[in-house]
């Protein structure tokens, strides 16, 4: 892999995509369609849990089985806000993004120590531990998960209404993807490339690496941890099933239809997966078996993800 | 109270020896092929399917267990031939994506085929009841079933040990494990090898769905969460090392049974009540993987490194 560079196309590109998500809502409604407001509001959330899967894993080449605890962190996180009495989106948001970010530093600190398959499977361990803890804890709803009385307000306006929380859900995934994009051309972003590319000759140049990675690793879980949140308010619930490692596999698969490493590879692979899921739903009840076949042939066929089909310019 | 802690060792034991047939097989793929197989819970629930599906029909469980075995090996065979053999020189995501794909179309398939109720099966008859052991505080029983199952475990992990380290096949594997290109070129046919490995360890998968079957329901999704279980107790005692996964298997099973019958009583005595309600499963939980969190900060290649 090479350094990520936008291609020319990318800008352009991403305006339109921008426009025309901003009419979505009006042109949905317009066709008596509102309920795929809502799909496309899950679309969103997915696809910003995945860019932040993305940032540790495409940029960070850290391969991580361990993001739905993060997810699912801030997902609780919101719910127990809310159970406490603290509707205000603009305090809760930043609460789930605090907690799954110092919950992602700790966990980065024990796994970061090991490489390769090991830390796969620690960073699977730490998911694991969390998705026990939470359906054991009873005061937070055990199996059942913990349901919002409903959804949050926004600075005063309410969330309640579909456009709304999807609009709240694509500025989030705008301002997070500016974000990666400003960072992964940065210096910071620059430095997490090479030692993606090579550990060893960074740490020769004194790169501090570990300390790189660890705030990569950091920033993906704080942001997951908002992904989370906002899903808790699409949703109405913080669910266990949040934090199930199949969860973890599902972003990662994602990312990797997506294409691994490219600015809107997790924003591709969102949407191809759920819109796929949406679209085979329709046709039969095995659906799972025709998207593993995909997902089999994309393996195969093409190795680079989905997004690299449309040749992301790289180098 | 020791009788308790008896009957949760002998289950332990029970347990550990099973997540060794499968640890086995995992390890194997893992350590000479470099490959990641999230699927290997997949053939560990197919297998339970196919056993219990053919001791259905043969109306004999040992039967089916032969046969379900054999149809798993089988299974085992065409994956690799087909798919695994393209994925052994990809990187570990395109590995992830792949077998992830396995487990969807795994458990969609079972799920059409057999419906999604768990399916119950009985064990052999003359093995239902329990077996008496005369001791010194009073008579203690425990399942005869569970006892051919520990029987079963010790009898293949001795088989394992001797084939594996004592056999001109077993060499060639861990020479494999240890160093592939060496072994390539010194003339051993790798790519058959990795076959027989896949293949054997789709077997021992099946063998360990088979045996647990009539103690555990066989449905759909039980192959995920032993599979979690697997990949912990490869970790701990090191990819690649069929000792290592042993002991790994044995200390897995036998912390978490133990966690799990003994932590909430140990909790309530010295705990007040609520806390001990609440932190006594969720500790019996998380207790193997704190183990594995804490073996992996110390010895970041397990306990027993392949490539040491």
């Known amino acids: 892999m090479a350094f990520y560079r936008p291609a020319r196309w990318q800008r352009p590109a991403t305006l339109a995509g921008l426009v025309a998500l901003v009419a ?38 850290m391969v991580s089985l361990g993001h739905a605890a993060f997810f699912g962190i801030g997902a609780y996180t919101a719910a127990i806000c809310q159970q406490a009495g603290i509707n205000e989106a603009l305090f809760a948001f930043p609460a789930a993004m605090a907690a799954a970010g110092l919950f992602a530093l700790l966990v980065g600190s024990v796994s970061l120590r090991t490489r390769g ?50 609009f709240a859900s694509l500025a989030a995934l705008t301002a997070a993807l500016l974000a990666f994009g400003r960072l992964a051309q940065a210096r910071f972003g620059r430095t997490l490339q090479a030692i993606r590319e090579n550990e060893t000759r960074m740490e020769a140049l004194g790169y501090p690496v570990f ?50 490493g490219a600015l809107y590879g997790g924003v591709v692979g969102a949407a191809v997966l759920l819109g796929l899921e949406e679209v085979l739903v329709g046709f039969t009840e095995h659906w799972h078996i025709v998207l593993g076949l995909l997902l089999l042939g994309i393996v195969l066929f093409a190795p680079r993800g989905v997004a690299a089909l449309f040749g992301e310019r790289r180098g | 109270m020791t009788q308790l802690i008896l009957e949760q ?21 893992f350590g000479i092929m470099d490959c990641i197989n999230l699927a290997h819970g997949s053939l560990y629930m197919v297998g339970a399917y196919f056993v ?82 005369p001791l010194p505080h009073g008579a203690f029983f425990y399942p005869a079933y569970r006892l051919v199952i520990i029987a079963v475990g010790l009898a293949v992990a001795a088989l394992l040990y001797l084939l ?66 697997a990949f912990v107790v490869i970790i701990i005692g090191g990819i690649g090392s069929i000792r290592g996964a042993l002991v790994g298997s044995l200390i897995v099973g036998t912390v978490d049974t133990l966690g799990r019958a003994l932590l909430p009583a140990l909790l309530r005595a010295t705990l007040p009540a609520d806390a001990a309600a609440t932190l006594g499963p ?9 183990l594995m969190a804490g073996i992996l900060f110390f010895r970041p290649q397990g306990l027993f490194p392949a490539r040491a």
Do not use: K
Not at chain 1, 138 to 160: I, K, N, Q, V
Not at chain 2, 9 to 28: D, E, P, R, S, V
Not at chain 2, 182 to 206: D, Q, S, Y
């Open chain 1, 24 to 61: 979505l809502p009006a042109a949905l409604t317009a066709l008596g369609q509102e309920f795929y407001i809502g799909f496309a509001t899950r679309v969103l959330i997915f696809a910003l849990a995945a860019s932040s899967l993305n940032l540790v894993l495409g940029f960070g080449g």
């Open chain 1, 117 to 166: 398959v090991y830390f796969i499977m620690i960073t699977l361990a730490f998911a694991q531990m969390v998705f026990y803890l939470f359906v054991s804890a009873r005061a937070w709803g055990g199996d059942d998960g913990l349901p919002l009385a409903g959804r949050m307000t926004l600075a005063g306006f309410s969330l309640a209404g579909d456009s709304a929380l999807f």
């Open chain 1, 211 to 260: 300390r790189y990675r660890l705030v990569a690793f950091a920033l993906g879980g704080a942001v997951a941890g908002l992904a989370g949140a906002l899903l808790a308010n699409l949703t109405g619930l913080a669910s266990p099933n949040l934090l199930q490692w199949t969860q973890s596999g599902t972003l990662l698969v994602m990312v990797i239809i997506g294409g691994v």
């Open chain 2, 9 to 29: 060792a002998l289950n332990g034991l029970q347990f550990g020896l099973m997540l060794f047939l499968l640890a086995a097989g995992l390890t194997l793929v």
């Open chain 2, 52 to 133: 219990a599906a053919a001791a259905q029909v043969a109306d004999s469980f040992w039967v089916g267990l032969g046969a379900g075995v054999a149809g798993a090996a089988l299974l085992g065979l065409l994956l690799e031939v087909s798919l695994f053999r393209r994925l052994y020189q990809r990187d570990h995501l395109a590995q992830v994506l792949a077998t992830f794909a396995l487990i969807l179309i795994a458990n969609e398939a079972v799920r059409a085929i057999w419906g999604p109720a768990a399916i119950m099966f009985n064990p052999p008859e003359a093995l239902a009841g329990p077996v008496e052991f």
């Open chain 2, 164 to 229: 594996v380290a004592r056999s001109r096949v077993g060499m060639w594997v861990r020479a494999g494990a240890a160093n592939r290109e060496m072994t390539e070129a010194l003339g051993i046919n790798v790519r058959a090898l990795f076959t027989a490995v896949f293949v054997f360890g789709a077997a021992l998968c099946a063998l360990a769905g088979g045996l647990l079957g009539p103690l555990l329901a066989v449905q759909v999704g039980m192959g995920e969460s032993v599979l979690i279980l």
């Open chain 2, 282 to 290: 969720a500790l019996a939980s998380i207790l193997i993987y704190l």
